[in-house]
Nanobody, 122 residues
Framework: QVQLVESGGGLVQAGGSLRLSCAASGHTFNDYVVGWLRQAPGKEREFVAAISWRKSTYYNNSVKGRFTISRENAKNTVYLQMNSLTPEDTAVYYC????????????????WGQGTRVTVSS
């Protein structure tokens, strides 16, 4: 089992940037695909991006070109660099992990952090 802790959320103006971090502990970090998923007020949780231990990546089309996911396996940490933020990006962002392949399916992520809130003002 792997434990995940997010950090880096906050309030930012539209057009600004934030970098989220996800620190993992427990099971061998390299075994896991790590994803970022988000839930906006009144909406269902949705996939944002994911990265494999080999650093293959997969993005939701709505963030492609604006967000970058990366990982430092030696530090057991995954990052989400978010640029050109818009109010539509306002949500609680969760780090989550699963074994095996990249996936955009929320239900396929077995381990979750507690979330970090991102608010983008217009």
């Amino acid at each position: 089992q792997v434990q995940l802790v997010e950090s880096g959320g906050g309030l930012v103006q539209a057009g600004g940037s934030l970098r989220l971090s996800c620190a993992a502990s427990g099971h061998t970090f390299n075994d896991y695909v790590v994803g970022w998923l988000r839930q906006a007020p009144g909406k269902e949780r949705e996939f944002v991006a994911a990265i494999s231990w080999r650093k293959s990546t997969y993005y939701n089309n709505s963030v492609k070109g604006r967000f970058t996911i990366s990982r430092e396996n030696a530090k057991n940490t995954v990052y989400l660099q978010m640029n050109s933020l818009t109010p539509e990006d306002t949500a609680v962002y969760y780090c989550a992990a699963r074994l095996r392949s990249l996936s955009s399916s929320v239900s396929e992520y077995a381990y979750w952090g507690q979330g970090t809130r991102v608010t983008v003002s217009s």
